[in-house]
Structure formats: structure tokens, C-alpha cells
């Protein structure tokens, strides 16, 4: 089993910046690709960005390019997303995942392994 835990949440106002790290412990071994989700209340879990095994690939929703980057370090098993230039709209929870694969996963049924979750709520 994998476990992994998000932190770095908080409040912040429009305009701020935060950094989420995600610190995968248990089965490392494996080689998988990692995405950041979101949900806020009453809709859909979204995701938000992506990368893949080796750090060299990258997807991001529409929302949130020029904005938001993701990366990794494999030595530490820690993926981080890096928010900048944060809009009311951007709170929500922000979920840390793992894929079945190595190559770059967009789709949520891709993830079989979630944290629990940070808060990152965004003030005008």
C-alpha cells in the first residue's frame, strides 16, 4: 500500500502564494506518475495538474496555467505544486494522488491512491 500526505495548506489572500508538498510513504518501490486534484464544495473533484514518472512531463487544467506548477523530487518521494497569483476561486481541497503508471495521467479513474487532503482557502 501507498500512503500518502499533503501539506502545506492555509489562508491566504488574492494574490498570495502557498506550496503543497505530497510525501509518499510504503510501497515507493514502484514507478508511477502523480497529479493534484481539487474539489470545492458541492462540485466535482477536478484535477489540477499532472506529471509523470520522470518529472519530464506535465498537464494543467486550463484554470490554473501560468499559475500553478507541479514537481517533483523522486529521491524524496515528495511532489509539490506551487500556487501563485491564488483567486477566491481557487479554494478548495487539494488532494495529492498516485497513478497506476509512469507515464502522465489526466483522468481520476487513473489514480488508484489518494491523501487526505489540505485546505487552501483564498480571500478577496
Known amino acids: 500500500q501507498v500512503q500518502l500526505v499533503e501539506s502545506g495548506g492555509g489562508l491566504v489572500q488574492a494574490g498570495g502564494s502557498l506550496r503543497l508538498s505530497c510525501v509518499a510513504s510504503g510501497r515507493t518501490s514502484s514507478v508511477n506518475a502523480m497529479g493534484w486534484f481539487r474539489q470545492a464544495p458541492a462540485k466535482e473533484r477536478e484535477v489540477v495538474a499532472s506529471i509523470n514518472w520522470l518529472g519530464t512531463d506535465t498537464h494543467y487544467a486550463d484554470s490554473v496555467k501560468g499559475r500553478f506548477t507541479i514537481s517533483r523530487d523522486r529521491a524524496k518521494n515528495t511532489v509539490y505544486l506551487q500556487l501563485n497569483s491564488l483567486k477566491p476561486e481557487d479554494t478548495a481541497v487539494y488532494y495529492c494522488?498516485?497513478?497506476?503508471?509512469?507515464?502522465?495521467?489526466?483522468?481520476?479513474?487513473?489514480?488508484?491512491?489518494w491523501g487526505r487532503g489540505t485546505q487552501v482557502t483564498v480571500s478577496s
Open positions: 494522488a498516485q497513478a497506476r503508471s509512469a507515464r502522465l495521467a489526466t483522468q481520476r479513474s487513473e489514480y488508484p491512491y
